[in-house]
């Protein structure tokens, strides 16, 4: 039988291999592609917002984002940790309604899932991924990179292929929340490699993870198959 696994990160492609899956037969295609057809408009926010969004599962990383907001270096800094996202009920990991409210305060905001988050990453300084939930290729990451966001994320599958250190981000270990704090200080006080990774950040995914790009690779996958 002729056929080809496509994997989004290198664990999953390692697992694979593991099992006895030669490589041959695993394409790594990283993410499900971006649009640059519009350039996006780049200006610099009022308010020092860091930015989080995804499912509200207690394995992405929400308490730790939370413990980010809480800490004292922030207080009075004009910073707000800016938390997108809905509880996802269907899971038993999902965090609850009340506890997001218990945390809203002057640093943290909670808002539900939004249709489009495109007015949110263009008012942000920052995205901040402390995720330790198993997935191909977090798209909102590369979301962010198209919006010249540099990204602070913990080590993890699929962070692990598309943030380069000092290049488009930052990785942590996880649930460092202290080295996570570090660096956040450091970026929001250093304007000039804030917006050097942040230009870093959009032409490595416009490189990378175009709709172009991971279409042609996609197709070679199917031509070779037909």
């Given at each position: 039988?002729?056929?080809?696994?496509?994997?989004?990160?290198?664990?999953?492609?390692?697992?694979?291999?593991?099992?006895?899956?030669?490589?041959?037969?695993?394409?790594?295609?990283?993410?499900?592609?971006?649009?640059?057809?519009?350039?996006?408009?780049?200006?610099?926010?009022?308010?020092?917002?860091?930015?989080?969004?995804?499912?509200?599962?207690?394995?992405?990383?929400?308490?730790?984002?939370?413990?980010?907001?809480?800490?004292?270096?922030?207080?009075?800094?004009?910073?707000?940790?800016?938390?997108?996202?809905?509880?996802?009920?269907?899971?038993?990991d999902a965090i609850s309604v009340?506890?997001?409210?218990?945390?809203?305060?002057?640093?943290?905001?909670?808002?539900?899932?939004?249709?489009?988050?495109?007015?949110?990453?263009?008012?942000?300084?920052?995205?901040?991924y402390p995720s330790t939930y198993?997935?191909?290729?977090?798209?909102?990451?590369?979301?962010?990179?198209?919006?010249?966001?540099?990204?602070?994320?913990?080590?993890?599958?699929?962070?692990?292929?598309?943030?380069?250190?000092n290049l488009n981000g930052f990785?942590?270990?996880?649930?460092?929340?202290?080295?996570?704090?570090?660096?956040?200080?450091?970026?929001?006080?250093?304007?000039?490699?804030?917006?050097?990774?942040?230009?870093?950040?959009?032409?490595?995914?416009?490189?990378?993870?175009?709709?172009?790009?991971?279409?042609?690779?996609?197709?070679?996958?199917?031509?070779?198959?037909?």
């Amino acid at each position: 039988t002729t056929f080809k696994i496509i994997v989004q990160n290198t664990e999953n492609k390692n697992y694979l291999i593991n099992l006895g899956v030669s490589k041959n037969k695993i394409k790594f295609i990283p993410g499900t592609g971006l649009s640059f057809k519009k350039k996006i408009k780049t200006k610099v926010p009022k308010i020092k917002t860091i930015l989080f969004a995804g499912r509200l599962l207690w394995s992405k990383g929400v308490k730790e984002f939370i413990e980010c907001s809480n800490s004292k270096y922030f207080l009075n800094q004009n910073v707000k940790f800016l938390l997108i996202g809905s509880p996802d009920y269907g899971s038993s990991d999902a965090i609850s309604v009340e506890y997001l409210k218990s945390q809203n305060d002057k640093n943290f905001t909670w808002l539900k899932k939004q249709k489009s988050l495109d007015k949110f990453f263009s008012k942000s300084y920052l995205f901040l991924y402390p995720s330790t939930y198993g997935e191909g290729t977090p798209r909102v990451v590369l979301e962010a990179f198209r919006h010249s966001l540099p990204v602070i994320a913990f080590r993890n599958p699929g962070c692990n292929d598309i943030i380069k250190n000092n290049l488009n981000g930052f990785l942590i270990e996880p649930k460092n929340t202290k080295k996570m704090i570090n660096r956040l200080r450091f970026l929001l006080n250093n304007k000039t490699v804030r917006n050097k990774i942040g230009r870093n950040a959009y032409n490595y995914a416009k490189k990378n993870f175009s709709n172009k790009k991971v279409f042609i690779d996609t197709y070679k996958v199917w031509k070779q198959l037909l």
